[in-house]
């Protein structure tokens, strides 16, 4: 499996917010993470990319 080659937190964050029978917000998970909202988002984030580039799917950089 892909997400058995993220971090252990990483996993946690995707395996709670996306792949749970029921989905944990956010808000919810980066505090019980013990984490920052930004640096929760940040790693949220880095983990998806990984995953998106470990399934060669495409990535959608957006420019500001």
Known sequence: KAISRLDEQEQEIIRERYLARE?????????ELNLSERKYRRM??????????????????QES
């Open 23 to 31: 989905k944990t917000f956010d808000f919810i998970l980066f505090n």
């Open 44 to 61: 949220k984030g880095r983990a998806i990319e990984k995953l998106a580039y470990m399934l060669r799917l495409e990535v959608k950089v």
